[in-house]
């Protein structure tokens, strides 16, 4: 069983309220199993394009601070016009909408990837984007 498996398959067991963004109130233990499980599936499923280390490049724009920035605005990152000319900020439902169907969320953008449509991998990879400063 892959590292990944084994750490969704504990916060499944421990009934960790995966379907919604880490919360002020939810236990500590769930929050932290929520983050090491959404490193997991970023490193599987994003890293191969995105860093979140400001000093490591990447083909995709870096995405440690995503949350809260606004969309097409890493310096000098090559952005599709349709990016560079969005006006929302990357907030979780933005992410969410991005991450499940990205040219149907911002058509005409560059990326390509196969959309992950689970809500609790969504949850996941942002509560662990969440704890990336840039």
């Known amino acids: 069983m892959t590292p990944t498996a084994k750490t969704l398959c504990l916060a499944l067991m421990l009934g960790l309220p995966a ?6 109130d939810e236990p500590k233990i769930f929050n ?3 983050v090491t499980a959404g490193e997991d599936l970023f490193n599987a499923e994003c890293r191969r ?4 280390e400001a000093d490591r490049s990447s083909y995709g724009p870096l ?3 995503v949350i809260g920035r606004p969309a097409g605005s890493v310096a000098d990152y090559p952005y599709s016009d349709a990016l560079k000319s969005a006006s929302f900020v990357w907030t ?3 992410l969410k909408a991005w991450i499940a169907d990205n040219q149907g969320f ?3 953008t560059k ?3 196969v959309g992950i449509e ?4 969504q949850d996941f990879i942002l509560a662990y984007l969440a704890t990336i400063q840039p």
């Open 63 to 65: 995405l440690g601070g």
């Open 49 to 52: 394009c995105h860093s979140v």
């Open 32 to 34: 932290e199993i929520k």
């Open 92 to 94: 979780v439902p933005a």
């Open 19 to 24: 379907l919604a963004p880490a919360q002020a």
């Open 106 to 108: 911002v058509p005409g």
């Open 111 to 113: 990326m390509r990837h």
């Open 118 to 121: 689970d809500p609790v991998v």
